[in-house]
């Protein structure tokens, strides 16, 4: 048996824990924690908890239910098939590269929409797909066992796996995709939803060192488990990211000695801006970690056999460490579309809000879609900007808008349009967002409490609320998701409960941004509107 918490649903409320305590838990006042892959005696208490969950944010494997419980999963009639989008649903072929949650999601809402054709999933690792925020959660901290976040299947998609073999290159001429095993896959249309990778250690000899280790995927956790397990001097935290932060709370929850070293003056600071990067860095501080903001670390140094020892900081400092988690943000996995003839590059694959690709001259393809953490896509709440949004609510939703859009005639396509969402747990308090903080120039506290480490801020820009962040106060963000996507005014004018006397707006103190796109990336040849084309340059932003 299998399952997933959705945390974008989930509001602390308890139901599952009560239900069944040695599956679900409750960290500190709100933070939930479960094992994804639970004893099968806990069949029962976990099917209670589900049902019994306010917000319906438990979803479990269902295909080892008795085929006539699964409406979903019976056959579609011929004419089901035909009255939904004829031949192409019938016997056309899609191919999917990128086997993670959204790869599976969307071939799950393939077959849900009566895709009954060919489908073929291609995935770099040879895992079917898993969930990854665990990893930095419970898998790291040992609470799962077996370390298995397989994601549950709703249903069976009846496709043909080709995992454990890359994706090398896209030939839109002749609709195919190259694979590193020397095959090719023909195709109707294409998903592309390849993801991103951890961004390595810079200097390849220090990364080698026994030790240096990234944090992305299941041998990533497991490889980094076995070095805490062996209770090392000191860890050391390059980066104050999610993921850093993550990791350094599952140190400090294992007794061992971290120190977090962020080159910018907050943890989170590029997420939730300094003020409110501030309140998590006095977490941390709260929590024993030796945090160094504004701090880089210079180099990393190893013993003769290969083994991290030290390591030498910009403050002048140097440590003795063991291990060191690089956390230094993320590559988005798009280089095999090199020569491909689609906007892509280091910002990842740009597409529209339908979830369809844009070739180098800006033209929407027809045949070929984007979804999850490559995809660039514009944000119509946040004047059209075009986001990268890595989160697994998004990777979720994009998924279903860009299969929905895949087999559906043009006037009965999808916007993507949710509001993005994403969560962390660190020290036992739960972070929870909603829209999009880093666009946004003032914040105020709006209801709870610093000091208590419980309460909401709202984000605004230009007079609107664009973001709240509530720590510990989960409750408040479907009150406020509807606010932002009417556009109401900042700073709010209402009056609610739990509300401090002081609650005065201030700059929220993200760093300037600079655009991805503000270099050129493409050369322009011709003269004439027919003979206008655009070709990518490799030109590599720094």
């Not at 016997?91 to 073929?120: C, D, H, N, P, Q």
Request: aromatic fraction near 6%; charged fraction near 20%.
């Amino acid at each position: 048996m299998r399952l997933v918490v959705d945390l974008t649903k989930c509001q602390g409320y308890a139901q599952c824990a009560f239900l069944a305590p040695d599956v679900f838990t409750i960290q500190g006042d709100e933070a939930l924690t479960y094992d994804p892959d639970p004893d099968p005696a806990q069949r029962t208490r976990i099917r209670r908890a589900a049902a019994a969950c306010p917000v319906q944010a438990i979803r479990l494997d269902q295909l080892d239910e008795p085929a006539q419980s699964r409406s979903s999963d019976r056959p579609r009639t011929a004419s089901t098939v035909e009255s939904n989008g004829g031949h192409f649903k019938r016997s056309g072929r899609i191919v999917i590269v990128g086997a993670s949650v959204t790869g599976l999601r969307a071939a799950e809402r393939l077959r849900e929409e009566g895709f009954t054709g060919s489908l073929t999933l291609v995935g770099e690792e040879a895992h079917e797909p898993y969930d990854r925020p665990p990893l930095s959660k419970q898998v790291l901290a040992g609470y799962v066992v077996s370390g298995d976040t397989s994601l549950p299947r709703h249903r069976d998609i009846d496709a043909d796996w080709r995992l454990g073999v890359a994706a090398t290159s896209l030939d839109l001429a002749a609709k195919q995709v190259q694979l590193a095993d020397g095959s090719r896959i023909g195709f109707d249309k294409l998903l592309i939803a390849t993801g991103v990778r951890a961004r390595s250690w810079p200097n390849a000899a220090e990364a080698a060192l026994a030790g240096v280790l990234t944090l992305r995927t299941k041998e990533d956790a497991a490889t980094l488990r076995q070095f805490l397990a062996r209770r090392p001097r000191r860890v050391l935290v390059i980066g104050a990211g999610f993921i850093g932060c993550e990791v350094a709370s599952v140190c400090r929850e294992l007794g061992l000695p971290v120190t977090v070293a962020e080159a910018g003056p907050a943890p989170l600071d590029a997420a939730l801006g300094r003020v409110v990067g501030a309140i998590a860095g006095e977490l941390q501080l709260e929590n024993g970690v030796d945090l160094r903001c504004a701090v880089r670390v210079v180099s990393l140094e190893g013993d003769a056999t290969g083994q991290l020892r030290r390591a030498h900081l910009s403050d002048g400092t140097t440590l003795d460490v063991d291990v060191a988690v690089a956390a230094l943000g993320a590559v988005r996995n798009g280089e095999w579309l090199a020569g491909s003839g689609l906007a892509s590059g280091m910002w990842g694959v740009a597409c529209d809000a339908g979830c369809r690709a844009f070739d180098a001259n800006g033209l929407v393809t027809d045949d070929v879609f984007v979804a999850g953490d490559v995809a660039r896509a514009p944000q119509p709440m946040f004047g059209y900007q075009f986001l990268a949004v890595e989160h697994w609510g998004n990777a979720n939703s994009q998924a279903e808008v860009a299969a929905h859009n895949m087999v559906s005639d043009e006037t009965e396509r999808w916007p993507h349009l949710a509001v993005p969402k994403f969560w962390s747990v660190q020290f036992g308090t739960e972070i929870k967002s909603v829209g999009v903080p880093s666009v946004a120039d003032q914040v105020v506290i709006a209801q709870g409490s610093v000091a208590s480490r419980r309460f909401l801020a709202v984000y605004g820009y230009k007079g609107r609320i664009v973001a709240a962040v509530a720590f510990n106060q989960n409750k408040w963000l479907d009150f406020y998701e509807p606010l932002i996507e009417q556009a109401a005014s900042f700073p709010p004018s209402f009056h609610h409960i739990d509300e401090p006397t002081d609650a005065q707006p201030v700059p929220a103190g993200f760093r300037p941004t600079t655009s991805p796109t503000q270099d050129a990336t493409v050369v322009v040849t011709g003269h004439y509107p027919n003979e206008r084309r655009a070709r990518l340059t490799d030109h590599r932003l720094p």
